[in-house]
């Protein structure tokens, strides 16, 4: 692994970080980042643009396998008494494929709502979106059948979105995002199982989907201005 990608990791898990807190001390996110300038009102949390890049009509997106982490104080199984109802190595990686699928899923319908293909190969109306999915933490996944148990929560879980947005051909970056999102949280209890975090998850990827689906609308009616 390239030192590089080990300092720009840590980056992305420090600036998810500096958005989990409460709202009312929350630092401020950084007004500039690997030369990319923080854009007020963003659709997002934080969206970072390069100032001056060169306006491009892209027509297709190369979106890249999605990565799944979850957050580091997460025990999935920390109010299983059952050992048969603990979830696994295997139950994570299911859990940790599905929400990448979902999300490839969600993107690509998105997508082409705007007229926009997703391409397996990079060219020059190509934009290359890559993602991952951080800090992942689910409140009562479900993965196998727990027969006639119900699980009430008031709160489905949360997970924050880092995006990275480049030119395919020359690799420059030209946007970053990140996003944290929280599902279902109304304070109301309710049931949570696999079909509502699915649920939940699929209404997150969506905002995500469509602030990316407007920013390419955006650039496309700039380049025909």
């Known amino acids: 692994m390239k030192r590089s990608f080990l300092i720009r990791a840590v980056l992305l898990i420090l600036i998810s970080a500096l958005f989990a807190g409460c709202a009312s001390t929350r630092p401020q996110a950084p007004a500039e980042w690997d030369g990319l300038v923080l854009q ?12 001056n890049a060169a306006v491009v ?16 104080n ?16 295997g139950d994570l990686a299911a859990i940790q494929q599905g929400l990448a699928d979902l ?3 969600v993107f690509r319908a998105e997508l082409a709502r705007g007229g926009f293909a997703v391409v397996d190969t990079a060219g020059p109306d190509t934009l290359r979106i890559t993602a991952s999915i951080i800090d992942l933490n689910i409140s009562a996944p479900d993965v196998t059948s727990a027969g006639r148990t119900r699980t009430y929560t008031a709160n489905s879980g949360s997970m924050t979105l880092v995006l990275e947005a480049r030119d395919s051909l020359s690799g420059e970056i030209l946007a970053r995002a990140v996003d944290p999102r929280s599902g279902r949280n109304s304070g109301v209890m309710s049931i949570t199982n696999r079909a509502t975090n699915t649920a939940d998850a699929r209404r997150a990827i969506s905002v995500w989907a469509r602030a990316l ?3 390419m609308e955006e650039l496309r009616a700039n380049a025909k201005a």
């Open 40 to 51: 007020p009102d963003s659709r997002l949390r934080a969206v970072w643009v390069r100032p």
């Open 213 to 215: 689906r407007e920013a």
């Open 103 to 105: 999300f490839q899923e």
């Open 74 to 89: 997460w025990d999935p199984n920390r109010n299983r008494r059952s050992v048969g109802s603990r979830l696994d190595s």
């Open 57 to 72: 009509a892209y027509s297709s997106v190369q979106l890249q396998p999605v990565s799944v982490s979850f957050a580091q």
